[in-house]
């Protein structure tokens, strides 16, 4: 438990700093900001490595302007610590590309993954905290908090594998300096998602989802619809 606080405590240094040299020039629009209707695909590949341990790494690509460009992939992975059996603990790396953007090409980006759920019969509260520390190819570095409250809901269905509801709200917060143009307030976006999830087998599950992306800019609050479809593959550990 002592190691998780020295990582928590290094990660929200990030936010305390503030770079000594202003920005003379206005600063870019986040590239991660959707633009018009979007399509989001993602593919979650998990295995075991003991009984409270598992490796995951996930894929994404991130289409707007009517789902027509690419301008955003990255992949990440991690390890994922269960702790307690409502409390999961996931360092990640992620490497970032936005293809077609002139001010940033790529980023680096380390975060943590807090996660707490705990099922009650069909409902499944969740609050998953994400702290990042996110350093692109020309801005300074950054850091950022997201909150993601949510429940899980089993569907009432005589099925072997009912479809589960999932419904959460995420807030995007950055309390020291930011790198990108933004509304001045450290709220500086939110994502309401809605999907069902379809466990296809014990090991693969199809989530499709809608998504709303507001995002706080200079001229006003912007948002965006985003559909996604998400697959999740647990590969069986093997028992020596």
Do not use: H
């Amino acid at each position: 438990m002592g190691r998780i606080v020295c990582v928590v405590a290094v990660l929200c240094s990030w936010f305390l700093v503030v770079p000594a040299r202003a920005q003379q020039q206005q600063a870019p629009e986040d590239p991660e900001n959707e633009k018009q209707f979007g399509l989001w695909l993602d593919q979650g590949i998990s295995t075991g490595l003991s009984a409270n341990k598992s490796l995951d790494v996930e894929f994404y690509e991130r289409f707007d302007e009517g789902a027509t460009n690419l301008f955003e992939y990255f992949v990440q992975g991690g390890v994922g610590f269960r702790l307690r059996p409502w409390f999961t603990l996931t360092p990640i790396y992620r490497y970032q590309r936005f293809p077609g953007n002139t001010t940033n090409a790529y980023e680096n980006r380390l975060l943590l993954n807090l996660t707490f759920s705990r099922s009650r019969g069909s409902w499944r509260p969740i609050l998953r905290t994400l702290i990042e520390g996110r350093f692109p190819d020309n801005r300074p570095a950054s850091g950022r908090l997201r909150f993601r409250p949510g429940v899980d809901y089993t569907l009432p269905l005589r099925m072997a594998r009912p479809p589960v509801l999932v419904v959460n709200n995420e807030f995007f917060i950055v309390p020291g300096y930011n790198p990108f143009a933004n509304g001045g307030s450290s709220y500086t976006q939110n994502r309401f998602q809605v999907g069902v999830r379809f466990p296809i087998a014990d090991s693969f599950s199809v989530r499709p989802y809608y998504l709303l992306q507001s995002v706080n800019l200079p001229a006003g609050w912007d948002t965006n619809e985003i559909f996604g479809i998400s697959l999740a593959i647990k590969v069986p550990r093997k028992i020596k």
